[in-house]
């Protein structure tokens, strides 16, 4: 099956800092990708979505100066946390649909994100 | 507008007995539902999903579900669980009428089964 992978696993930051959380499709290329967001014991949150080459989309609600995502290959999609705050410690999931499996998405692991 | 309803925060059962997890859905145009299973501190694996044909869907793992359009349902389902069964499980659809090719999934809140020995 199709893989996505993401970097960091979990990462421990100081109030104030950026943060960039890497996914990457291993095995097959996505020009769509996209960042959920999920609470400890709650459904993942849409957050935006990412364009290969273009602007992303963000959901209402998301602010785009804070969370920065650049879509720029075909098999990698970051997302930047700047200036973190302790509010924005989450769970970051990424997933991207695969070309001729479009209703299909697969799921990165995931990244556990602590802001002191 | 979608949305997706998952009435139980969990669901406890015995190992051996069969497992039901809820899931209602509400969509404007033909459901596309997809089943995931989250273990702790990982990412999500899909199951199976219903887009057309047969209502009865087959999965990983042993789990099924039943797509009921009257009912606007898509339970999942599995006739002996085990203790490994134990996680969070998501509810998800899309919109199958979007022009979007990928859509965006709404996801349910999640049900936590628990199978005890």
Not at chain 1, 21 to 36: K, N
Not at chain 2, 36 to 52: A, C, D, E, M, S
Not at chain 2, 86 to 113: E, H, I, N, P
């Amino acid at each position: 099956g199709a893989v996505v992978s993401q970097h960091p696993s979990w990462v421990i930051c100081k109030s104030g800092t950026s943060v960039k959380i890497e996914c990457r499709s291993l095995d097959f290329q996505a020009t769509t990708m996209f960042w959920y967001r999920q609470f400890p014991k709650q459904s993942l949150m849409l957050m935006a979505t990412s364009n290969e080459g273009s602007k992303a989309t963000y959901e209402q609600g998301v602010e785009k100066d804070k969370f920065l995502i650049n879509h720029a290959s075909l098999t990698l999609s970051t997302l930047t946390v700047t200036s973190a705050h302790p509010e924005d410690s989450s769970f970051y999931i990424c997933s991207a649909p695969r070309a001729g499996r479009q209703n299909e998405q697969f799921f990165g692991p995931g990244t556990r994100l602590t802001v002191l | 507008a979608q949305s997706v309803a998952q009435p139980e925060d969990q669901v406890n059962v015995a190992e051996g007995n069969p497992l039901t997890v809820k899931c209602t859905y509400s969509v404007s145009g033909n459901p596309y539902l997809f089943w995931y299973v989250q273990y702790p501190n990982r990412g999500l694996q899909f199951l199976l999903k219903y887009i057309t044909g047969d209502n009865l869907v087959k999965g990983s793992y042993g789990f099924e579900a039943e797509f009921n359009k009257s009912q606007t349902s898509f339970h999942l389902k599995k006739p002996s669980a085990l203790v490994s069964d134990s996680a969070l499980y998501f509810c998800a659809v899309r919109d199958g009428m979007t022009t979007d090719s990928w859509g965006k999934l709404q996801f349910g809140a999640g049900t936590q089964v628990v199978v005890t020995p």
